[in-house]
């Protein structure tokens, strides 16, 4: 099974900027879509971003749009969330996801902790 790792979380001021990255690691037979979503303490997971295998297509969170972008990398099983103009309500776990299509997304990464303190 493939594996997927996060990177780049930590703590911000709010109105800053953060970058996060995942990469699938193990066998890969296939180019993935790929995605995040978040969740709050309490709260109920939120999709944040999603990109097709093409990368031509893009979708966001309504929560996020015009804040935060989405890309892939050189390599097609890579993903990033350029997130800027943070605020405080953006704190969470943010997963990384992935699937064969955008709606299939069945891998999961274990989360990293983005922090926007006010």
């Known amino acids: 099974q493939v594996q997927l790792e996060e990177s780049g979380g930590g703590l911000v001021q709010a109105g800053g900027s953060l970058r996060l990255s995942c990469a699938a690691s193990?066998?890969?037979?296939?180019?993935?879509?790929m995605g995040w979503f978040r969740r709050a303490p309490g709260k109920e997971r939120e999709f944040v971003a999603s990109?097709?295998?093409?990368?031509?297509?893009?979708n966001y969170g309504d929560s996020v749009k015009g804040r935060f972008t989405i890309s892939r990398g050189n390599g097609k099983n890579t993903v990033y969330l350029q997130m800027n103009s943070l605020k405080h309500e953006d704190t969470a776990v943010y997963y990384c996801?992935?699937?064969?299509?955008?709606?299939?997304?069945?891998?999961w990464g274990p989360g990293t902790q983005v922090t926007v303190s006010s």
């Open positions: 996801v992935a699937g064969r299509t955008v709606s299939d997304f069945g891998l």
């Open positions: 193990g066998r890969t037979f296939s180019s993935y879509a």
């Open positions: 990109i097709t295998v093409s990368g031509v297509f893009v």
